[in-house]
Nanobody, 124 residues
Framework: QVQLVESGGELVQAGGSLRLSCAAS????????MGWFRQAPGKEREFVAA????????IYADSVKGRFTISRDNAKNTVYLQMSSLKPEDTAVYYC?????????????????WGQGTQVTVSS
């Protein structure tokens, strides 16, 4: 099973940018669609973005559409989340995961191999 490690989270001012990375171990990374989710304190984990196996198809939550871009490099076993025009409401722990079940990409139940998360804090 794929194991994932997120990185790149930090404190940033509103309007700024960050790029999150999610490195996968194992040779099966390229078999899975990948997703990013986030969880703010006191809130449920919410879908952010997902990408197909070859990177040709992506979907986004309405709240990040036009500001965030998901991409992947299968040769490097890594998926990225480029975030721009950050807002304080983007503050959360960001997680990546592999879509392993035949469910909509927006459904966290579809995913496995969750990483430990990386903290993104956006100050106003």
């Amino acid at each position: 099973q794929v194991q994932l490690v997120e990185s790149g989270g930090e404190l940033v001012q509103a309007g700024g940018s960050l790029r999150l990375s999610c490195a996968a171990s194992g040779r099966t990374f390229s078999m899975y669609p990948m997703g990013w989710f986030r969880q703010a304190p006191g809130k449920e984990r919410e879908f952010v973005a997902a990408i197909s196996v070859r990177g040709t198809s992506t979907i986004y939550a309405d709240s990040v559409k036009g500001r965030f871009t998901i991409s992947r490099d299968n040769a490097k076993n890594t998926v990225y989340l480029q975030m721009s025009s950050l807002k304080p409401e983007d503050t959360a722990v960001y997680y990546c995961a592999a879509s392993m079940r035949s469910l909509p990409w927006t459904n966290p139940v579809a995913y496995g191999g969750w990483g430990q998360g990386t903290q993104v804090t956006v100050s106003s």
